[in-house]
């Protein structure tokens, strides 16, 4: 910081969005933005030539997304700490901007004070998550460990989120429905789950099948 003041990069792909969010900070004492980007890599550059306490940073952006640029930035600039803030709150989601080494994680929901007292947290390298965000975190520890799905259940599994019915999956993967039945069974038991809707739905927000 400098003298006393917390210099703060804002980074979102949607102009407005981005305005928005410094058009909000603009009033707050002890906060200066000293700079904006529309993608990870523009980011880096920002930092790299500004040197910020903080950059505020969207998950989801084009050339180098929220958790390439959050791993980058702190690799090459650990003084700088990044926080992100997005619209985004799955399991996955969250983890991979944690693993990233992310400070925090804010929601886009999140009020100007807490956006505000959020930042001046990260400067001072304390933890900030959202509410929610914290509470999947904590559900997702105490979560039993799951056995992995095979790839043959992924298969299933995938054919599943494609609408395919028990037959037409045995026609695709070249096995029986009864195979088809027995995999769905294994899936509903490892990923908890009761029907075959929330087996993908599921298994999506764990990074356990991924979808274009």
Do not use: W
């Amino acid at each position: 910081m400098t003298g006393g003041r917390v210099r703060v990069v804002v980074v979102d792909d949607h102009t407005v969005m981005r305005a928005g969010v410094v058009a909000l900070l603009a009033g707050e004492d002890g906060i200066e933005i000293v700079g904006e980007a529309g993608d990870g890599r523009a980011a880096l550059e920002l930092v790299e030539r500004h040197d910020p306490d903080v950059a505020l940073v969207d998950l989801r952006m084009p050339v180098l997304d929220g958790v390439g640029a959050t791993a980058e930035i702190v690799a090459r600039h650990p003084r700088t700490r990044v926080l992100i803030l997005t619209t985004y709150d799955t399991d996955q989601d969250i983890e991979r901007g944690v693993e990233a080494g992310a400070i925090g994680y804010l929601l886009k929901d999140t009020t100007r004070e807490q956006l505000a007292d959020a930042i001046r947290s990260a400067a001072r390298g304390e933890t900030v998550l959202a509410p929610r965000v914290a509470e999947k975190l904590i559900a997702r520890m105490r979560r039993p460990v799951q056995d992995p799905l095979t790839a043959r259940e992924t298969d299933v599994l995938n054919a599943v989120a494609d609408g395919l019915t028990n037959a037409e999956i045995g026609k695709r993967l070249v096995i029986t429905e009864a195979t088809v039945k027995t995999h769905l069974l294994r899936l509903f038991a490892k990923l908890d789950v009761n029907d075959r809707t929330r087996a993908v739905v599921v298994a999506m927000e764990r990074g356990l099948l991924r979808r274009p």
